[in-house]
């Protein structure tokens, strides 16, 4: 029962953080759809433990808003903070930087970690099935589905759920978005 508080906690608080934020597609849904359908899909690949939920639903509230790895430490503890440190990118180096560094850092994550990364890009690959950035180029998303493919390679071994989903949502955005 205390993790399950601990899940509402986190969804309140990634929900507040993310409150002002929309996801990028062409349907701007509110951000927090986003790290609730990362958790969704964790649990649908058989990823039960609560601290990796919990993780799942805060991974971009450091990266994406004013939000520190001391205060998610303080109120999810050090697990939960130090998963969330796995999943976030340095916003100081340059965006391809960041991108490079993803599929170096890929096969040294946690298996935790891990799992949560794969089930984050199935996310952002099947939002751009129908709801690809309007201002995104063919090339563009082309080149996106290309580089989660190199990042997940990296991450693969871990949840074969989660490793075929992925494979289905390129194959099926790629479809969407003929070369
Ligand atoms: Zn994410």
């Known amino acids: 029962m205390k993790d399950l508080a601990m899940l509402f906690e986190a969804l309140d608080f ?26 969704r899909r964790l649990v649908g690949a058989g990823e039960e433990d609560p601290q990796v939920l919990i993780a799942a639903i805060l991974h971009d509230t450091v990266e994406d808003t004013e939000t520190t790895f001391d205060q998610i430490a303080t109120k999810f503890g050090a697990e939960v903070a130090s998963l969330v440190k796995e999943c976030t990118d340095d916003k100081s180096l340059p965006k391809a930087e960041r991108k490079r560094l993803q599929i170096e850092n890929a096969p040294h994550k946690s298996r935790k970690a891990k799992c949560i990364k794969i089930a984050d890009k ?38 074969e759920i989660l490793e075929s989903e992925f494979a289905q949502a390129v194959a099926e955005a790629r479809k969407a978005h003929p070369h």
Do not use: C
Request: charged content about 20%; overall charge negative; aromatic content about 10%.
């Open 122 to 159: 199935i996310s952002n690959v099947a939002d751009m099935k129908f709801h690809a950035p309007p201002d995104w180029s063919l090339e563009q998303i082309t080149d996106y589905l290309t580089w989660t493919e190199q990042v997940v390679r990296g991450l693969s071994g871990v949840n």
């Open 14 to 39: 990634a929900a507040s953080k993310h409150q002002f934020q929309r996801r990028k597609g062409s349907t701007e849904t509110p951000y927090i759809n986003h790290p609730i359908d990362v958790a």
